[in-house]
């Protein structure tokens, strides 16, 4: 049984940092590519970073480009997102999931490609 559990979320002012964790098991994490997306309320699901099974290559939303970086730890089995100068509309709930495809050497970005998601993480960022 695969499961992903998020950790990090939190409240923060504009401008602050926080860095969410997502501990993996039950499948080869190594084998597979990971995402970490966002939703705010009433609003859609949304792309945030991934990173490849190798840490080749990343991807990031425009939205996020230059204040986020992921990272993954394959021997802890877990994903990292490191979140900086953090704006308000940053606020939503953060999702990690697992590419449904092992050894993919490109990242993908849409959710139709993870297959497995965690229960998600509340981050608020102040005004």
């Known amino acids: 049984q695969v499961q992903l559990v998020e950790s990090g979320g939190g409240l923060v002012q504009a401008g602050g940092s926080l860095r969410l964790s997502c501990a993996c098991s039950?499948?080869?994490?190594?084998?597979?590519?990971m995402g970490w997306f966002r939703q705010a309320p009433g609003k859609e699901r949304e792309f945030v970073a991934a990173?490849?099974?190798?840490?080749?290559?990343?991807a990031y939303a425009d939205s996020v480009k230059g204040r986020f970086t992921i990272s993954r730890d394959n021997a802890k089995n877990t994903v990292y997102l490191q979140m900086t100068s953090l704006k308000p509309e940053d606020t939503a709930v953060y999702y990690c999931?697992?590419?449904?495809?092992?050894?993919?050497?490109?990242?993908?970005?849409?959710?139709?490609?993870?297959?497995?998601w965690g229960q998600g993480t509340q981050v608020t960022v102040s005004s």
């Open positions: 999931a697992e590419d449904r495809i092992p050894y993919r050497i490109v990242v993908v970005t849409t959710t139709q490609e993870y297959d497995y």
């Open positions: 039950g499948r080869a994490f190594s084998r597979y590519a």
């Open positions: 990173i490849t099974w190798s840490r080749s290559s990343t």
